[in-house]
């Protein structure tokens, strides 16, 4: 049984920073990619940033490149989304998610397990 459980999420003003953990069992953690998504009210799920299995290689949706950094410790089966400059537009619930292979996609098709999700809320 694969799980991943988020946490670090909450309340913060306009420019504040937050970190977010997410710490997975039942499964290899180093051979798979992983990812950060988030959903707000009425919208659909969307990517945020990815990293590879071995952590060489990360993406970013535009929105949050330069902001955001995705990080993991594969030895703590730990990856984590330092999220600094925030604005209100990036209140949502934020999700990790475990790729079924090991590059870390941006389409969350690609996504086999999921966390249940941390708020995050940006007040102006």
């Known amino acids: 049984q694969v799980q991943l459980v988020e946490s670090g999420g909450g309340l913060v003003q306009a420019g504040g920073s937050l970190r977010l953990s997410c710490v997975a069992s039942?499964?290899?953690?180093?051979?798979?990619?992983m990812g950060w998504f988030r959903q707000a009210p009425g919208k659909e799920r969307e990517f945020v940033a990815a990293?590879?299995?071995?952590?060489?290689?990360?993406s970013y949706a535009d929105s949050v490149k330069g902001r955001f950094t995705i990080s993991r410790d594969n030895a703590k089966n730990t990856v984590y989304l330092q999220m600094n400059i925030l604005k209100p537009e990036d209140t949502a619930v934020y999700f990790c998610?475990?790729?079924?292979?090991?590059?870390?996609?941006?389409?969350?098709?690609?996504?086999?397990?999921w966390g249940q999700g941390t708020q995050v809320t940006v007040s102006s």
């Open positions: 039942g499964r290899i953690f180093s051979y798979y990619g």
């Open positions: 990293i590879r299995w071995s952590g060489g290689s990360t």
């Open positions: 998610a475990t790729d079924r292979g090991s590059y870390g996609s941006i389409n969350p098709g690609e996504y086999e397990y």
